[in-house]
Each structure stands twice: as C-alpha cells, then as structure tokens.
C-alpha cells in the first residue's frame, strides 16, 4: 500500500545574506586610520628645433583638508600646500618626466552634522553663499526639466531636512547606476541625466545638486575616494563623487546619492575637494617655453588602512511584523517592517528584505525613510510564495528585514495546503498607503471573533481601536467591511465596533479592518475558515472477472471532496472468508491503495463489501459502504464443478 508522508521542509535560504552580514564591513567602523597617496605625472616634451623651458608648474586640487570628520595626521608632501591645493614647480630647465602627489596619514570618524529640529524652507537668508544657488557648467539647475521636477517633489513640503531626503531619494530610486561609456569617460550634464535615467556617482550628485539649487538651496559638488565592495571594479578604492547641501546654523550636510547615504557618509569617504561643478579641472598645468609642449597623466590614487575603530552603534531599532503566518501555496503576503529612530536628530534609513528565491518580492525591494527625532514609522513589502511547490510539504520560510548598517531582524511564516489564499489585490487592500502618517504606531486595532466555525454558523466580529499616543483624534473612518462609523478618540480612549457575518462560504474567509484620518491610517486583515462536513469518494477498480485459482486485484481510491479533512480514515475489505482493514490519521488529498487477495475460493460470484468510515475534528463518524461482485470463469467440467463447490462452501461459511 501507498501511505501519504506529512514532512516540515525548513528553507535556509538567507545564508548568502547572513554571510555578506557576517564579514568585515569597514561602512560599520566608528573610526579608520588611511594612508592616502596621490600621484601625478607629466612630461616636457621637444615639439620643434632648440627647445627651451625656463619652468613648468602643476597645481593639484585633490587635496586634503580637515573638516568636522576629517583630520590630518601626517602630511608628507614636496609642494606647497595651499588652502585648497597644492603647487608644484619645476625650475630645472629640462624636459622629460617630472612626477608630483603627496602622502597622508588620515582619520576619517563617524561623526554626523546634526539636525535637531526643523529648518523651515524656502530658505530666507544664505548670504555669502549665492554663488552656491547658481547654474554651472554640468549643473544645469536653470534647465526647464530639471527646474520642473524639482518643483514638483518640493510641493508643499516646508521642512528642508525631509525636503532634501525627497530629493535624493527620488534620484537614487529612478537613475540607474550604468558604467556606460558616455557617463564614466565624461560627467554629462544634470538635464542629460534627467532624461535619460542614467549615469554614474557623478551624474547623480549632479542631478541632485542641481535639483537643490533650483530650489535656492545651496547645495555643492565633492570629490574624493571611497570604498567599494562592488563587481563593477577591479579595485576597491576608487574616485567618487557626492554631494552637500547646506543647512543653516548646521552647516554643509553630506548626501551620498549613490550609497544611499543621507546627511551622512560612512568612514571609507576620503574628500579632497568640494567646488562648483564636477567638470572644474582636478589639475593645472602651466610652463613657459619654446618648442615643448606638456603630456599629463591620469592621477592615481592608492589607499592603505593602518588602524580600524571600534564597531559604531546604531541608532536605529528594527522590528518585523507579517500579516499571516500561515498561506497556501501561490498566496500573496504582507511583510512589515518598523523603524525607530532612537537619536533625537533626523535621520534616514534604507531598509532591503531577504526571502528565499521560493519568495518573490513584488515591486522595488530597497526601502528609503527619513525619520525625525525619537520617530518611529512603517513600510511593508508585498511579496507572492511560488505555486509550483511540492503540496506534500510543508514549507517554513524565513524573512529578514535589514539595514545598510547591518542591523536586521527576521521571522518566518510557513506555507502548506489548505491554508488560505491571498491574492495581489486583497494584500494591497491592507497596505498602507501614507507612510508618513507616524502616529499610526500609537494606535491598535484589535479583533476578536472566531477563527473556526462550522458550516451554517454565523461569525461575529468585535473590533476595538485605542489610542495611545497623546493627541486627540478627530474624524476617525472606522471600518469593519463596508460597515462604517466616524468617531472621535481621545487620549487613551477606545471605541469598539462589531459585524455579523451570516452564513460565510465553506473555506477560508476574510475580514478588513481599517482606521483612517489625517494623521493615522491603520488597515488589517482577519481570516477564519468555515467547515463543512467531511466527504470521503471511494473508487473501487477491479478486473472483469477471476479466473478460478488466481488472486484478485483491487485498486481502491479515497479522495477529499470536501474543504474540510477527513480524519482517522479506516477502509475495511471483507468478503468471505477473507478480511483486510487499515487506518490513516488524515486524507488531505486523493491515495491509492492496491489490495491483492491472494489464495481466494473463486466462485462463480465473488462478492466484497469495502466499507470506509472516518471523523470529523469532533469525532462525528461518517462512513460509505460499497459492494462488488466479480464474476468467477472456469475451464472445463471439473473447474465448473470447483466454482460450483466454492459457492456451496462461502454459502455455508456466511
């Protein structure tokens, strides 16, 4: 016979995050200790009949300089050091190669410029730095594309901190970062990134910027290094390019477009330049001379780590909630992710999920959020279980949620048959559309009703929300289904509201949930599942006839054609003089057993009773007989005779 396995199948499938998260990461140091070198070179070269040089300078403006992150430790430099340069001279008189650069000794530390309360915008006073506010040669700011746009994300938005957040954002989730030959041999233009989505550190920064100029914020282009992890290069340190804005009464704040790092960039950021346009000269050469001309290099760069600090705290807790923890195969999923800033700046934070590749992750996985001080918010991801798994298993499958910092936290929800079956729309019905609405996380929605009931009953529903923030709340959409209330809800008051649902379809069902006005939006989804009575079909296959002195084969089927699962299955097989019975605890889905009677008195009618009988979850019985009869052929006069006497003696053994 062939029994039905019931088997927990865990998938580990995160274990490329988790070792990605485990290794060193030098983003998460507090502090790093770089040596830094630079080098250029150039070349005097002869280009007609007694050449003559009387001197050749290069004036190099990657330079180093200390600021509220950086600091100079050691400096080991052949030129003069300028405030934001420094100058080479070569007065030898002879051509050929002459080489020039510095070595530092450098301590980069997670320090971050900030922002405690909200700086109001439009800005009303940036004396002495206008300048900033201007059109460049890459930084178009003055195109009508990106004048448009950028007045188009700043619509009524008063607070420059979550202002500049927008911005970004909304550059890093629709520029795609592309090693083509137009943005890596040349920085195109802000409008030329604008329309064509796409472009490189530089380009980003420049759209950025150019963005916040139009907007009269003063806003600038960096250059330096930065570390990479990326298969996109050979190397690990190599140019990059971010950007600043400028905050009153805080100063010039870092926004990393490419790294998602928002008022803040991590230790392996070396600058060495802040200015107008990335197009602005990294050198300037000049000599005076007859018949030669001047050859220059690419720079080079080389970064070293002699000392690594201490492991920064994060100032960021994660928590993980999931709509269901229980789907069928082919169900949709709600996945929420809750974040809180525990500094008492604004911050922002990108948030991924990890699922098993069983899980798809609908939409845009990377999650970018600006929180103010002590805020906590929320987003979800919607993601979809794959339908072509085994239905003889059940599935457990981890989620975790993380940061660009590491910090992360994890559930895991299990998928087996049976269970219910969301789809995109009924998820999306329950996802929040305004996460900005933060007050949210200060009321809870609760509900009570049964999550089982049979067939006939009906279901009631009692929901109550409370408030437990401190702000009164007006005008509350209070929703249970299409039944709606407004109310009112004070400080640590609650208002409870129920539905009765007559009569719900056999299987699962669903209930929404929500409570909305213009500070909260809180939405939920309830299942239970109505049970009908269990039904067991039996198929009985069987040969023709017999053939006196052959075994008899029998094929019996049991097959659910209910919702609900029979259970404590028994099938007993009698005819006479022969007997066969045997059990399962459950029948979720259709089995085959193959009976073979063996050493059977084969008469000329041979007659079976297959009689099934299972439980319902109450133990109520219910049971099915059925009965065959096979006629029995025989060859020749004395097989008649045996069939004949077989039938006397099965008569006589009842």
Known sequence: MKKGLGIMLVLLMLLPVVLA?????????????????????????????????????????????????????????????????????????????????????????????????????????????????????????????????????AQGEDDLFILSFKIASWVEENVDYDLNTLTSSASQKASWVLEHKQGVCDEMASLFVAMMRSLGIPARFVSGISYTTSDLFTENWQPHGWAEVYFPEVGWVPFDIAFGQYAYVDVTHIKLRDGFDPAEPATKYEWLAQNVDLKARTLDFGVEIEKKGPLEAEELLLEEELLNKEVGFGSYNLIKGIVKNTADY???????????????????????????????????????????????????????????????????????????????????????????????????????????????????????????????????????????????????????????????????????????????????????????????????????FVDHGQNIHLAITLQKVSFTTPEKVQVLVEGAGFQNKWQVDALPEKQQYDLNIENVPVSSRNTFTITTTWNDKQGKTFTDTKTIDIPGKAEGFMGTITLWLNGILKWFYG
């Not at 290794?23 to 070269?45: A, C, M, P, T």
């Not at 080489?99 to 006073?125: C, W």
Request: hydrophobic content about 35%; charged content about 30%.
């Open 21 to 153: 998260m485990s290794k060193e990461n030098l983003y998460l140091r507090d502090s790093l200790q770089l040596k830094v070198e630079v080098k250029g070179e150039l070349e005097l070269i002869a280009t007609g009949e007694d050449p003559k040089l009387k001197e050749a300078t290069a004036e190099l403006f990657l330079y180093p300089k200390e600021d509220f992150r950086q600091r100079i430790l050691q400096m080991n430099n052949k030129g003069e050091a300028r405030p934001a340069s420094s100058f080479y001279r070569w007065t030898d008189q002879t051509l050929g190669t002459k080489q020039f650069g510095y070595t530092a000794s450098l301590r980069t530390e997670n320090e971050k410029l900030r922002v405690k309360s909200k700086i109001p915008y439009p800005l009303t006073d940036i004396s002495g730095l206008q300048q900033y506010t201007l059109p460049s040669e890459t930084i178009d700011s003055n195109s009508p594309t990106v004048v448009s746009k950028a007045a188009e994300l």
């Open 346 to 544: 604004y911050t922002a934070a990108a948030l991924e999920l990890a699922v098993p590749k069983e899980i798809m992750i609908i939409g845009r996985n990377r999650r970018n959020l600006v929180l103010e001080p002590k805020e906590v918010k929320e987003t979800f991801w919607v993601v979809k279980v794959n339908s072509d798994l085994d239905p003889h298993f059940i599935y457990t499958f981890p989620s975790m949620i993380y940061s660009e910092k590491n910090v992360s936290v994890s559930d895991s929800f299990s998928v087996q048959k049976n269970q219910p079956v969301y789809s995109e729309p009924e998820i999306r019905a329950v996802t929040v559309q305004d996460e900005e609405k933060s007050y949210s996380r200060k009321v809870s929605l609760e509900c009570e009703y049964p999550h089982e009931v049979s067939q006939g009953e009906e279901v009631r529903m009692a929901c109550t929300i409370q408030n437990n923030g401190d702000t009164d709340l007006k005008e509350i959409d209070f929703c249970l289904e299409q039944v709606c209330e407004k109310i009112n809800l004070g400080v640590r008051q609650e208002e409870s509201s129920s539905i009765t649902i007559d009569k719900p379809e056999v299987g699962w069902n669903k209930v929404m949930a929500s409570a909305e006005n213009e500070l909260i939006e809180k939405r939920n989804s309830f299942s239970y599942v109505v049970l009908d009575n269990p039904q067991v079909e039996v198929t009985v296959t069987h040969p023709p």
